[in-house]
């Protein structure tokens, strides 16, 4: 065979070969195409809802699978799944994906599209915090014998390279049972798209993705680049509108306190990255709340509720430890605080932990420090209202207007941070506030202004503390408080100025006005914590007035407004006993202006009512730290007449040191006193003056004091019925207390123990000068003798004068006491001088016998001795006698045969005399001749006014003394 014939035989060879080869292919083809758009796709719609009930345990439909085999695309149409319960737990409309072949080639699968329409996934997060998914697959999937092959385990994981993922449309419902009841969400419409993401590692750019989400008016926005090898992630975030219901239920848990209204929206740029170690930052973060509201879960009460916070520039750091934010601005706060009857308070309630709570301990992975700042915080609008339901009377008090800044905040505790605080009180005042603080050690600088501060809105807690009803008075406090807790105890000082006006305070069941003042200034004032020292350098009070008040029970209204504390309530507690005596204060001086202090009586009929005014003067040095000696000098007014001083020294309060002081009153009104003299002396007064003079002397709790008391023209008016009054003469007593001018000038003295519940100053007084009159009054010549110079006389002495027996003679001695009355009587023109002549009818009968016998015999009572005797025996001899004289002498001698001239001569006396016969008159006539010879005596020897000296009937009931004298007795009266 020719070349040629050659050639044409092997091209014919060629040309059936490729004929072949093209059926081969075309076949090849035609079975591949048949399998990809028939088989698979039949196969598919079998398999995929057998797999699902096989490793998912769903029942699950899918309506048609389209497959392109030339351009490896698989679109699945409405895939629906249900889980064992019968719920539908996923599906979608259209779920469209396909493979790049030619990038096969290089190991990569490679999907070019996946596009999912309108898919519904339903996710369960279940009790023990797994999710329905993982549940499904294991309830399906039973755990099989593990991998152990090296080669297997360090197979390169497959390629996967994703050009383009889209979801449109989406809805996922979101069910949550890990908590108490079952909550649901549903996100919808739920889109996302990713571009060029690949699961190696590569030098050109990275994917980017794009994410939105939307539960109701919730929106999540998510959008950057990403790489998943190494994992690198850097874009924005942004949660818009999350509602309270949703951050509620899952802050749950954490969150102290219930979600009742807001919002929040939270954007921030990050940037995430996991190579060796996980690296986490954000940026330019952005945080808004709108219309927060919280309360407590067992109350209906709003705790607090805010217009707005906004923070922005918030970082954060994980790597670096490391947050902080830009300025955080609150705006319309409203917190509403609440002390129940128990003491708790409601905003501190959730934090109350029982005794067998747990305390969580922090357990940080790393050493370094977590460091932060935030640049400012700006609090504006805002109020804080507080209800106390613990006090006896329910107290609300609120701030509004509430202005806070604060600069920068850090974690360096120890630097100093500035701050201003301004607010209003609802009830009236200011305050503002600003200075600086640290954190750690505790340290705080503050200059504090407030001005106006109406005290009646603190009226419940004074009410606590005193009996006390605040109608009036504002509050102004100027100062700088510095607080220092660098150690243990506290430390700190204030110094200051502090002011009060129009101060009116009441008893809380009155209507009267108790305490009062048109200003009171306190400057400067020095406050130290620890010690605790209180100095003050003048206290200033203008226009005090104080109204005391005698109820009818006998309290006095100050008393009332003492709280009463129990035995149970000071529990004898040393330490609070020693903390107070630890308390020093100094006062520099007390300046008085034009005070008032009304003093009211009720227990008087009529009442009682005068008042001191016009005071005014000073008090210096006052301390309670001895030695200290200070220094009064008050002036004033009592009942629009009279003056008064107070003046002398104060030794150191609260201590053994010695105050004295005296009060002066001059010309007092004495029928001011009527009431107090109607009910204990039983008249009232008609004229009169009073003078004061008190000299007080304090040491401890003793009192010792002399009380002179100067009563001038006293003059009693009419008879007032009182069970108290004495039943004595009490006019008598009076005037025996009165010199001839008509004054009363008498000292009282004063002692006793001022902590003594019985004890008081005025009424000891009172009770002195009652009984004083009283004793004058039922013993008037014992009073006599103590307010008049009887020379050597008792008054008792006074009272009574002596006769010889049977004659108008005093007896030797007696003129003296005659000359003591004369110039009682002259001292004292309202006495009245009572003679009444009077005999002993024995003493006077044997006198009267004895001077008849003697006159008979021509016997001089001047005689002497002897010469009466000689007569005597003579008289004895010419009698009848039978004895002898001689015989008579001896029986009168005794045994002892001695006898004096006195009793000889009584003897003889005795035995003559009874032989004399009285005329019946003749006692009668002695009686009455010594009756008007006193009466004569008092009026022309001692010059006694006639007015002075009244006769008496003559009466025979005369005593004898041991002499034989007869005692006539005096009586005094008034006039």
Known sequence: MTNKENRVVANRTRRLSARNISVVVLVLVVIYALIGFVGLPWWLERALPKRLEQHMGWQAEVEDIQVNPFTMSVEIL?????????????????????????????????LQNIELEEPYIRLDLLADYSVNYARDWQANNPPGEETTNDESASAEPVRLHFDRVRVAGGELLFRDFSQEGQEEFQVSPLDLAINDLATWPRDEADSNYYLLAAVG????????????????????????GVTHTTLQHFLKPYLPYQLRNGSVTLSSEYQLQSADELFLSTSNGQLTIENLG?????????????????????????????AATGTVNIDGVNLSLHRDPDGSINLLKPFQRSDDDEQKEDSGDSDMPFRWSVAGVELGNSEVNWRDEQLKTEATLSLKDLNVQVDEVSHHLEDPVNYKAEA???????????????????????????????????????????????RDGRLSVDGNLDLDQQQDPLTGTFSGTGEVVSLDARLGDSDERLIGWQNLRLAPVEYNVAPARLEIGTVTLAGPTVNVVRAGD????????????????????????????????RIGQVMLEEGTVSYTDRTMDPTFATRFDQLRGSVTGLSNIAPQQGKVSIQGRVGDVASMTLDGSVGALGTDDTSELKLSMKNVSLPMLSPYFGRYLGYGVDSGKLNLDLDYT???????????????????????????????????????????DGVIDINLPVSGDLDSPDFSVSQVVMNAFVNLVAKAATSPFSMLGSVVDLAGLSGDDLGEISFEPGRVALAEGENVKLEALGAALNDRPALVLKVRGAVSPQ?????????????????????????????????????????????????????????????????????????????????????????????????????????????????????????????????????
């Not at 209906?300 to 490391?322: A, C, V």
């Not at 009563?711 to 008879?719: I, P, R």
């Open 554 to 585: 006998g309290v006095h209204n100050l008393q009332r407004m003492v709280r009463s504390t129990s035995a149970e309530d000071s529990g004898g507690n040393s330490s609070a006993d020693d903390s107070e005596s630890a308390f020093i204060f």
């Open 843 to 975: 003493a006077d009968a044997s006198g009267l016998r004895r001077q008849r016998l003697f006159d008979q015999l021509g016997i001089a009572d001047t005689a002497p001795a002897a010469e009466r005797i000689t007569g005597l025996e003579q008289a004895y001899g010419r009698s009848d006698n039978r004895a002898s004289l001689r015989a008579f002498r001896d029986n009168v001698a005794g045994e002892d045969g001695e006898v004096s001239q006195s009793e000889w001569e009584q003897a003889l006396v005795e035995r003559l005399v009874t032989d004399i016969e009285l005329p019946p008159e003749a006692l009668g006539n002695l009686a009455s001749a010594r009756g008007v010879w006193l009466r004569q005596q008092m009026l022309e020897n001692y010059e006694v006014p006639e007015s002075q000296v009244y006769l008496l009937d003559p009466v025979r009931d005369a005593s004898a003394d041991e002499n034989g004298n007869v005692t006539i007795s005096f009586e005094l009266d008034a006039r």
């Open 294 to 322: 919280l309360g407590l879960a067992d109350s209906d009460d709003e705790l607090l509720t805010t217009k707005s916070i906004r923070i922005g520039d918030i970082r954060f750091g994980l790597n670096s430890r490391e």
């Open 424 to 470: 209003t009180l609802g009830d009236g005042g200011s305050l503002v506030f600003n200075g600086q603080t640290t954190l750690m050690p505790f340290t705080l600088e503050a200059g504090i202004a407030g001005s106006d501060i109406v005290l009646a809105q603190f009226g419940a807690y004074i009410s606590e503390m005193a009996n006390l009803d605040i």
């Open 698 to 740: 304090f040491t401890g709790s003793t009192i010792d004091a002399g009380n002179s008391v100067i009563l001038d023209g006293l003059e009693l008016g009419e008879a007032v019925a009182s069970d108290e009054a004495l039943s004595v003469p009490v006019k008598l007593g009076l005037a025996l207390l009165s010199n001839r």
């Open 217 to 240: 008016s919730q929106t999540i926005e998510w959008e950057g680049d990403l790489s998943i090898a190494p994992l690198y992630s850097k874009g924005f975030i942004k949660l818009g």
């Open 78 to 110: 409405n895939l629906t799944a249900d889980d064992s319960d019968g719920e539908r737990v996923v599906a979608f409309d259209r779920l469209f994906t396909n493979l790049g072949l030619w990038r096969l080639v290089t190991g990569v699968v490679a």
